[in-house]
Structure formats: structure tokens, C-alpha cells
């Protein structure tokens, strides 16, 4: 059972910028593939963004290609999701996910999620 805890999120003004952490604990977890999605009031959640065991690929969602960077410390057990230029759009709640092996763009693919963290960016 691998548990997922997100932080970073906040209010920031368009423009501005925030870097979620995303920290895994009861699993190996440089063999999960981690992605990160997000969910705005009344939305889907869609995908943002995710990265392969050992960083080789990573795929970022059109939306946010350009400002949004995945990246992963297996050392620390931990997923990062860099956000610049940030967005009133970009408002949303952002999870973390982790996922055996290979990554994927799926969130039905994914085997463990974190609680989220608010983004909220004001315009």
C-alpha cells in the first residue's frame, strides 16, 4: 500500500508560480510510474502531467505545456509538479497519483492518490 501526500498548493496571482510536492511512503517508490491531475468545481479531473520510474519520459498535457514541469527525487521519495505562469484556469485541486511501472495519462490507470492540495490563482 503506497500512501500519497501532497503539499504546495495555495492562492497566487496570475502570473505567479507554486511547486507541489508530492511525497510516497509504503512502497519502493522509484518502481511507480507518477502522474498528476486536476480537478476544477463542477469538471472532470483531467490530466497534468506524469513522469517514468527512473525520469526517462515525461508527458505534460497541452494545457499547461510550456509552464508546467514533472519531476522526480527517488532519493526523497518524492514528486514535484512546477507551475509557472500560472493561470486563473489553472484553479483547481491537484492530486498526485502513482501508478506500477509504467506511467500513463490514464487516471484510471493509477493505483494509489494522494488527498490534493488547492490551487487557486486569482486574476
Known amino acids: 500500500q503506497v500512501h500519497l501526500v501532497e503539499s504546495g498548493g495555495g492562492l497566487v496571482q496570475a502570473g505567479g508560480s507554486l511547486r507541489l510536492s508530492c511525497v510516497a511512503s509504503g512502497g519502493i517508490f522509484s518502481t511507480y510510474g507518477m502522474g498528476w491531475f486536476r480537478q476544477a468545481p463542477g469538471k472532470e479531473r483531467k490530466f497534468v502531467a506524469a513522469i517514468s520510474v527512473r525520469s526517462s519520459v515525461t508527458s505534460v498535457a497541452d494545457s499547461v505545456k510550456g509552464r508546467f514541469t514533472i519531476s522526480r527525487d527517488n532519493a526523497k521519495n518524492t514528486a514535484y509538479l512546477q507551475m509557472n505562469s500560472l493561470q486563473p484556469e489553472d484553479t483547481a485541486v491537484y492530486y498526485c497519483?502513482?501508478?506500477?511501472?509504467?506511467?500513463?495519462?490514464?487516471?484510471?490507470?493509477?493505483?494509489?492518490w494522494g488527498q490534493g492540495t488547492q490551487v487557486t490563482v486569482s486574476s
Open positions: 497519483a502513482a501508478k506500477r511501472a509504467a506511467w500513463s495519462s490514464s487516471g484510471d490507470d493509477y493505483d494509489y
